[in-house]
Each structure stands twice: as structure tokens, then as C-alpha cells.
């Protein structure tokens, strides 16, 4: 029968070897679109930081930092919840790439195409690999270890929204900030917050979208402010 130390030098060779394999999977996830030698817009950056507080609320439990089974099953049932939330909205979405074209530069709308296809093509398969992985490398485990590690898996999974109905992913903005990553270079293009709103009723619908003061706000929140046209010179 395994000691204190075995099991414990297991749960974190266990551990470090899922923390790896997730890191891993970073570089298919291009949720900027942008080459590492390029900066981007601030209110890029804050969007990011808004879809991560929504998509992980499980895996950030106050307790300190580390990896335990508790956080690793929080963090990976959430990335798969994710996973397939993103699927069905690629589908849901099928007409977004006619709508965003109308209104994005040639290179931008490519850019947006090649994360899109990397995101189903290469990032979604390699995380459904890391999970079947996960889950059973997860009974090699003590019994402890186990429980906290699936438990904590299925509590994060099962949050997954059941439909793309307006707040259903705990925060009512969540699917335009989703589509505002994917498409930044396209938003960045526009010339004005009612551009925006326009393009964003054409891929959402009115209803999804709300009126023009909301988007406004959104814009506010995140830094994302358009050039306002100036004044006409003076004639002489």
C-alpha cells in the first residue's frame, strides 16, 4: 500500500503533467488574432480579461494559489464547457462571416477566418484529447484526489449555457465580447460606435443587441472609443 509521500509525488506529478499539456493548447486559442510581434488596441486586452472572469468563475477559488485536483477539474471542466459552447456557436453563427464582410478590410476578415479556423480545426480536437486524458488518468489516483478532481469537473462543466439566449452565460454581454475578440480587427476598422452597432445587429438581431446606448456603454467600459469627425476648415 502507497504512503503519504507516493501519493502525494503522484498528485503532483499528475497534476503538473495536465498543467503542461493545457499550456500546450495556448498557442490554438488565438483569441487576439495577432502575430506576437504586433501590439493591440487596450480595449482588446480588456475584453480578454472580461470573457476570462466569465468563462472560469470555478477555477479561481479564494483559498490561495497552486495547482490541487479541486482547481485543476474546475479549470479543465470549464475550458471543455467552453469548447463546446464555442462549437454551437460557430454553427449558431454560420452567417456571421457574410455579415462581418461587408463591413472588413481584406486582411482583417482573413485573419478572423484563419483563427476561426484554428480554433474548430486544431485547438477543439486537441482539447477534447487533453480531456479524455484528464478523465481517465484521473482513476490512477487516490480516492480523494479523484472525487475532488471529477466533482469539481462536472460542477464546471455542467455550466455550460443550455441555449444563446441574452444572459444565459451569466453575463448578458458575454456572446457580443466573444465575438468582439474574434473579429477585433474588423471592429477596429469601424468608424463609429453606430457602425458597430449596425454590424452587430446584422450578425445578433435587434433584440439580442438592444439599442445603440448599450453598445455605447460597452464601448465606454472597455476603452473602445472612434475618432470624431472634425470640424471643416475655415474657408479663406
Known sequence: ME??????????????????????LEPLMPSRLLPEEEGCP????????????????????KEGPG?????????LGHEC?????????????????????AAAPEEG???????SESIIGKWYPAMRRLAKFALCSSVDQGFEDMSEFLLAFAKA??????????????NP???????MLIYWRVINSLKSVRELH?????????????????????????????????RPKPTP
Do not use: D
Open 109 to 115: 476578415l482573413a485573419r478572423a477566418e484563419a483563427a
Open 157 to 170: 462543466f455542467a455550466s455550460k449555457p443550455k441555449s444563446f439566449k441574452v444572459g444565459e452565460m451569466g
Open 173 to 179: 454581454t458575454f456572446e457580443i465580447y466573444v465575438f
Open 42 to 61: 487596450e480595449w482588446v486586452e480588456r475584453v480578454e480579461r472580461e470573457v476570462g472572469a466569465v468563462m472560469f468563475p470555478q477555477a479561481r477559488p
Open 67 to 75: 495547482l490541487t485536483p479541486q482547481r485543476m477539474g474546475a479549470l
Open 3 to 24: 504512503g503519504e509521500t507516493e501519493v502525494n509525488e503522484r498528485r503532483e506529478q499528475w497534476l503538473e503533467r495536465l498543467g503542461n499539456e493545457l499550456i500546450k
Open 81 to 101: 464547457a467552453q469548447a463546446v459552447w464555442l462549437m454551437e456557436w460557430f454553427e449558431a453563427q454560420a452567417s456571421v462571416v457574410q455579415n462581418v464582410a
Open 198 to 230: 449596425e454590424l452587430l445587429i446584422r450578425v445578433f438581431g435587434v433584440h439580442r443587441v438592444g439599442e445603440l446606448k448599450r453598445v455605447e456603454k460597452i464601448c465606454q467600459r472597455m476603452g473602445l472609443h472612434y475618432r470624431k469627425p472634425g
